[in-house]
């Protein structure tokens, strides 16, 4: 027993002066004017010990004496600092532009930017919490390099942007890139801006390869933030907003539609003899209360819309940990209101409402100083309202019914209605019931971390097991309702109860109740093997090697059973680089995976990608003579990807029957009726394949001035091969009925993408100026379809995937000689002087439908530019993006354009600019009173450019000293103002120039913002 004392006793002596050496080292870290960095990284040399600066710079670690701590922040350059007898430190950290050290996101892993040899972009948590958004995807305009974006509608939990890679180069097949988010194929719209760490997107074929046939049409990636060694750090956003629409297209009131209604009937030699001067002025005339009724002026936009709405937002995250256990907790709710007016005036609510609250924790464990683990878990739940109508259909209604068809309700409030009219949008809008829809989208993910230094040094393995699942319940809780027609024999009189209703739609006071509900999941496996060293001072080797399996399963419904069946795929990755002396760098990436939707023996396939790089600036005869650039960087990249979502339908290499034919019956059943035919519905295509795109890119990265101004700039090309499309040369003589879809399209998609950034930082201030501008430009090079011997004009190939066909207008007839001296346009009716004149393409007298070529305009556009520029001045910053898009088109046709087209109001815009003899140069044709069959075909004339310059965001911020803050306990508060979709610049005016063809959407919105950020 004393024996056992005595050796604790011993042991603790001899332990006691290690102990004694590790202490608590706190202190701050700055920029060069003394503003705290948040976020700065803090780490034991040597070791994976670490932590993180809160908001306010500070930090706190377990050290000794004889430890180096290195402290590094994106965009500043590193630093070394000894520990000795210190514990209290003030660090300062220089900017860096280069910022070439930091680590970036690439496919399946991270890379130090200074070794990316592929065609990256990235954005980061700053620029997206500029922007006062509810779906994260509308942050991204204008930021990225290579990114195309369009949003064509602002209605709450609908509002999503499109976005396209380096434009489109398929015709046929998905033009979607492929998204991820840590890893895993999900939707990133619902994502708070608050949880991310960064948006990256891979445009080459060296970053895109790792994922094969999935690969094409470039990928998203996603990721979130995660904790890091440190004490807690708690921040708290709290924001509103006001919403309003950029821009509603105006219409003429009941007098001047009316007004130019008559004008109308006279040019097409139609009676006026009801349009008196006397009748028209009693659509404004509003002296007797019958009037209102019999005599209605109902402005459907202005009745129906409220001119803002409100939006909300708060945020709550806390991340921190130790050296066993790192964490990134957030919680998230968003409540964006929608424009309708009459939300309660039912026992129900019509408001279209978004309510989504996120959650997501992300915690990372050191289980043993090899392995380590990795836990993830989101959330996103929306509970939405909205009006039993899609908002496509009111829109399109409130736009298209002209303000004297009927009042908006009758003087009983009953709804207003005419027989065989359009349906009156009030009515459709606060008497049709409502809908509710739940969705639930749980998104988890568990990994392991082993390294495997006892093999070799270098070495690691990982495994993970992503498990996603999206649910929805959508009750629909719809009714008809009440029509009448009101009627008033003298309209001088004043008591309105004399007036007749004739009903005209039965309804019902019972709302109905549908519950329409289904979910889907996806399963991921992934077991890679790492492995990264440096040889000898100067070469360093890294290889991955990557297993992945998936399944997913779709929510169908009943009777879709193919479509029931799980997507899956699975397959090998591999990346092996190379560098030398960290200026010469190489990288060979593949994939090797395919899916099972093409047929067995042709379902995978090798997709193979590399690269090289050359830092040219850091050979000593360039660093000794070109003092000005201190960076140069050339890289190229070449590579074959591909895309596997063609068609519309799956296992297109099977045949299929339908059992409802005519003709040949096989017997009766036991009552003694015939069973149906059987026919062949679509015929297989045992060689179906993938799309396979081979790429280029050539790239140049560039610094000067020490950093202070950087540039980027890239170019690349694309073939695309084995587009999916239909036989469109085989004459219906053979008897195939449905000809099976054929691998035989190629398309080029060629283009280039430049940014640059001139950023200074002073004592007390500072300023940056950036900018990007991307083009990108496709051709179909082969498809089968006719020659057209002598009408090549109506050929696709050798146009853009995007070009639209339709007729060529040469302006406006002046005169019935150049009508009677021009090719003949009767078969679009009878044609007069200020009708459209079009052109005889094939030169044979006569306008028809066969004289449409294409006309050398895209839908999309081609070109995207991105102009960011900031100031801060102490606690002070105040910032701004302006974003353009060039070279789309859109259709302005259709009952909301064409006045008088059916039932139709009149654009504003058109009462002094259609044609007279007087307006030989006017904007718009004659006045017609009904469709005009010549002027209402699909041409040139109502094509308009999408060409547009926002300023897209303003953000004014202001950090209250740490003398304010500190008297309250709080480390850190910034207030802010900031806005987005603020001011518009294009040529089309009447609408916002992101609208979709035809207008009728729920029109795109401008936010102003304001919220508090406190730190704790």
């Known amino acids: 027993m004393k024996k056992k004392l005595l050796f604790c006793f011993l042991s603790i002596i001899l332990a006691f002066p290690a102990f004694s050496q ?92 200074v070794s990316l040899t592929g065609s990256i972009a990235s954005v980061g948590t700053k620029e997206l919490t500029q922007s006062p958004v509810a779906n994260l995807s509308n942050a991204l305009a204008g930021r990225l390099p290579g990114l195309i974006t369009l949003q064509n509608s ?134 007797m209360p019958a009037y209102q009724y019999l005599y209605p002026n109902v402005n459907w936009l202005k009745e129906l819309l409220k001119p803002t709405s409100g939006m909300y937002q708060g945020n709550l995250n806390v991340s921190g940990g130790s050296q066993t256990v790192k964490y990134f907790t957030s919680i998230s709710y968003l409540r964006q209101d929608g424009l309708y007016r009459y939300a309660d005036l039912s026992d129900y609510n019509i408001q279209a409402v978004n309510n989504k609250y996120n959650f997501r924790s992300n915690i990372d464990v050191n289980i043993t100083r090899d392995l380590t683990m990795e836990l993830n878990l989101g959330q996103i739940i929306y509970d939405n309202n909205y009006p039993s109508v899609a908002a496509g259909s009111l829109f399109a209604d409130m736009q298209a019914i002209p303000p004297y068809l009927y009042p908006m309700s009758n ?20 008497q049709g019931g409502y809908q509710r829809n739940f969705s639930n989208n749980l998104q988890a993910t568990a990994g392991f971390t082993l390294q495997l230094p006892f093999i070799t040094k270098g070495l690691s393995t990982r495994v993970r097991l992503s498990f996603d699942s999206y649910g929805y319940r959508n009750v629909e809780r719809f009714k008809s309702y009440y029509t009448y027609q009101y009627s008033l024999a003298n309209d001088q009189e004043t008591d309105l109860s004399k007036g007749i209703y004739t009903k005209i739609s039965d309804g019902t006071d019972n709302l109905g109740y549908n519950v329409l509900a289904n979910s889907n999941r996806r399963t991921q496996v992934e077991a890679y093997l790492n492995y990264e060293h440096m040889f000898l001072g100067k ?59 093409f047929p067995k023996g042709k379902r995978y396939d090798l997709f193979p990608a590399v690269s090289l790089g050359y830092i040219l600036s850091e050979e000593p005869f360039f660093k000794d003579n070109v003092s000005l650039v201190n960076l140069l960087k050339v890289r190229a990249s070449a590579g074959k990807v591909g895309n596997d979502k063609i068609g519309s339908e799956r296992f297109l290499y099977q045949s299929t029957w339908s059992l409802g034919g005519t003709g040949y019956q096989f017997g009766k059943n036991r009552d003694g009726v015939w069973y149906p035919g059987t026919v062949e519905d679509r015929t297989g295509n045992l060689d179906v394949t993938w799309e396979k795109a081979t790429k280029y890119n050539v790239g140049l990265d560039m610094e000067f001035f020490k950093g202070a101004l950087s540039f980027t700039g890239d170019v690349f090309y694309e073939s695309r091969k084995d587009i999916l499309a239909p ?55 082969e498809m089968d379809e006719p020659e057209y011997l002598g009408q090549e ?182 207030f802010f103002v900031n806005g987005i979709n603020l001011i518009t610049w294009d040529d089309i005016k009447i609408f916002d120039p992101e609208i979709p063809n035809d207008s009728g959407n729920y029109p795109q919105q401008r936010v102003f913002n304001l919220g508090l950020t406190i730190g704790l």
Do not use: C
């Not at 015709?171 to 991310?196: H, M, Y």
């Not at 040369?729 to 035989?744: F, H, R, S, Y």
């Open 793 to 974: 004009y109506r050929r696709w190939t050798g146009r853009s995937v995007n070009d639209q066909r339709a007729l060529v207008a040469l302006g406006l007839f002046q005169s019935q000689e150049e009508i009677d001296s021009s090719p003949d346009q009767s078969a679009f009716g009878r044609v007069q002087p200020g009708d459209i004149r079009y052109q005889d393409t094939n030169n044979d007298g006569v306008v028809n439908s066969q004289d449409a070529p294409y006309l050398g305009k895209s839908r999309i556009s081609e070109k995207m530019m991105g102009v960011a520029l900031g100031f801060n001045y102490k606690g002070l910053d105040l910032s701004a993006l302006f974003q353009g898009a060039f070279g789309g088109n859109v259709w302005l046709t259709g009952p909301r354009i064409w006045a008088f087209s059916g039932d139709s109001g009149v654009l504003s815009d058109i009462k002094d600019n259609f044609w007279t003899p007087d307006r030989p140069d006017a904007k718009y044709p004659r006045m017609s009173y009904a469709a005009n069959a010549n002027n209402h075909q699909t041409s040139s004339y109502w094509l308009r450019s999408t060409d547009y310059v926002r300023l897209k965001n303003v953000e004014l911020g202001f950090t209250f000293p740490k003398s304010i803050t500190g008297r309250v306990g709080v480390k850190n508060a910034r």
């Open 727 to 781: 036989p469109g040369t085989t004459p219906g003589a053979i008897g195939i009925g449905n000809l099976p879809l054929v691998n035989l399209g190629e398309v080029e998609n060629k283009g280039y993408e430049v940014s640059a950034e001139y950023r200074r930082q002073f004592r007390k201030s500072g300023y940056f100026l950036k900018g990007n501008f991307s083009f990108a430009r496709n051709k179909i090079i």
């Open 154 to 287: 602002g209605e709450p939990g609908f509002d999503g942007t499109q976005l396209w890679i380096r434009g489109m180069a398929t015709f046929t097949g998905s033009q979607n890139p492929l998204i991820l988010v840590d890893g895993v194929e999900r939707s990133f719209s619902g994502i708070d801006p608050n949880e991310v760490e960064s948006i990256s997107i891979l445009k080459d074929a060296s970053s895109t390869a790792v994922y094969g046939v999935r690969g094409a049409n470039g990928v998203v990636l996603v990721t979130t933030k995660r904790g890091k060694e440190g004490k807690p750090s708690i921040s708290f956003t709290a924001q509103s907003g006001i919403q309003e629409p950029t821009r509603l297209p105006d219409y003429l009131d009941s007098y001047d539609a009316l007004s130019l209604y008559k004008i109308g009937l006279i040019n097409d030699g139609q009676s006026t003899s009801q349009y008196t001067d006397e009748f028209l002025n009693k659509f404004r005339d509003r002296s």
């Open 539 to 597: 070469h360093s080797l890294s290889a991955m090697l990557l297993y992945q399996q998936q399944s997913f399963f779709d929510a169908v419904g009943s009777g879709q059973a193919t479509l029931g069946l799980p997507y899956k795929y699975n397959g090998i990755i591999g990346r092996l680089g190379y560098s030398y002396k960290s200026k010469l760098f190489s990288e060979l990436n593949f994939g090797y995976n395919g899916s099972e939707n």
């Open 411 to 430: 003087p009983d409030g009953s709804v207003a209605y005419l027989l065989a009219k359009p349906y009156n949008p009030y009515g459709r809008l606060t």
């Open 22 to 113: 590790t202490r608590t080292v706190t202190g701050t870290v700055l920029d060069t004017a003394g503003i705290a960095l948040p976020g700065a990284t803090v780490k034991v040399k040597g070791t994976s010990r670490g932590a993180s600066t809160g908001l306010d710079g500070r930090f706190s670690i377990r050290s000794v004496e004889t430890d180096v701590l290195i402290v590094s922040a994106i965009g500043f350059q590193s630093k070394e600092i000894k520990v000795g007898n210190l514990s209290v430190l003030r660090i300062t950290l220089k900017e860096d532009n280069q910022s070439l050290n930091e680590v970036v996101v690439v496919g399946y892993g991270k890379q130090k930017k």
